[in-house]
């Protein structure tokens, strides 16, 4: 008895072994069988033969110079449309500047929203000067208002004289743009901005009506005759884009804290007008310290104000209330745009970029 229940009992050992190694081997096989489905959908998926062919015209654009290979595949790309952009966007990572320079260029030529973002960062980051020309340029013929900021910093911050010029001329691209699509006449539209990291929020001054988009341009609120004068430079606070500094043709500087319906000199704090018109030609935020304003101005002399002479670069780190200088300016020193970065101002007159330490 006692042998026929420890024969039983090894059985029923036996049997338990033998089911779990069948279970192990199993889940081992199912688990195969699932990698190598998985495996095989990434590896063996088709590529059509319209991806090939524009894999293969984007290939081509590394060629050095104009080659007739090139050439027709710059002809395909157009052609191709928004169908390349995917791949075009994805060459602009390429190891080769010249794939990256030619990709940049192509998309220029699609002009598909698409890109803008890709394109954005190539302006940005990318080491090579011709690549991020290229860049400014095609942002320029795409014309998304969501660049113009971009597009701002490379024109006074990067080092290259031609991508500087590529995004001054590009910004002038956008912008006659949305003029356009606000049904105003480009001579009468004298700035706009675009408020930082809400880029669909868009302010336009013609003469003394400031007109507002929050949608990217597509739409426009007209507030008539609320600027105090003419504007000639407009700064939108990084952190609310409500928040607006307007600089004036001959009065001065302006706040607005309501979204530009109502406004408040800051003439008095920076500038005697008993000296003659004051003039702001160039204002921004801090984007990291919105209450840090930086701004260029001048004065004007004679009954039409025709002569202007530039004073110096001031700066104020309580949202306008004070104002210090940062640097004074030569004669003909007019500044037209200015980037804060890594505590310096950067200053674009028509010849240089000064550069200036910030208190």
Do not use: C
Not at 98 to 114: C, H, K, P, Q, Y
Not at 289 to 295: A, E, H, I, K, L
């Amino acid at each position: 008895m006692l042998k026929k229940m420890e024969m039983n009992f090894t059985t029923d050992e036996t049997k338990m072994r033998v089911l779990k190694i069948f279970g192990a081997i199993t889940a081992v096989l199912l688990l195969v069988g699932v990698s190598a489905a998985v495996l095989n959908s990434v590896v063996a998926t088709p590529v059509s033969l319209r991806e090939a062919q524009i894999r293969g015209w984007v290939y081509d654009l590394g060629d050095v110079g104009l080659t007739s290979k090139r050439q027709q595949a710059e002809t395909q790309l157009e052609s191709a449309g928004e169908e390349a952009v995917p791949a075009l966007t994805t060459a602009l990572h390429s190891n080769s500047p010249t794939v990256r320079a030619n990709a940049a260029d192509m998309l220029g030529f699609i002009a598909s929203t698409r890109a803008t973002a890709t394109l954005i960062q190539s302006l940005g980051g990318d080491p090579v000067a011709a690549v991020r020309a290229n860049a400014a340029w095609a942002l320029g013929e795409i014309k998304d208002v969501s660049a113009i900021n971009a597009l701002e910093r490379a024109s006074v911050l990067d080092p290259s004289p031609q991508v500087r010029e590529m995004a001054t001329n590009s910004i002038a691209n956008v912008r006659d743009a949305l003029v356009q699509r606000a049904g105003r006449d480009v001579s009468m539209v004298n700035v706009i901005t675009v408020a930082p990291g809400q880029t669909n929020t868009v302010y336009l001054a013609s003469q003394r009506d400031l007109l507002v988009s929050r949608d990217d341009g597509a739409q426009w609120e007209t507030l008539p005759q609320t600027l105090p004068s003419v504007a000639s430079a407009l700064a939108v606070n990084p952190t609310n884009p409500n928040i607006l500094y307007a600089g004036m043709h001959s009065q001065g500087m302006y706040l607005s804290t309501d979204g530009g319906h109502t406004w408040q000199s800051l003439t008095r704090n920076f500038s005697n007008q008993a000296i003659g018109q004051s003039t702001v030609t160039a204002l921004t935020v801090d984007p990291t310290d919105p209450m840090r304003v930086v701004m260029a101005h001048g004065i004007r002399i004679g009954d039409t104000g025709d002569e202007f002479f530039p004073l110096g670069i001031l700066s104020s780190n309580d949202g306008g209330k004070t104002w210090g200088n940062v640097t004074d300016l030569q004669e003909g020193q007019t500044v037209t745009r200015l980037q804060i970065r890594d505590g310096k101002v950067y200053a674009l007159t028509d010849d240089r970029v000064l550069i200036s330490a910030l208190n």
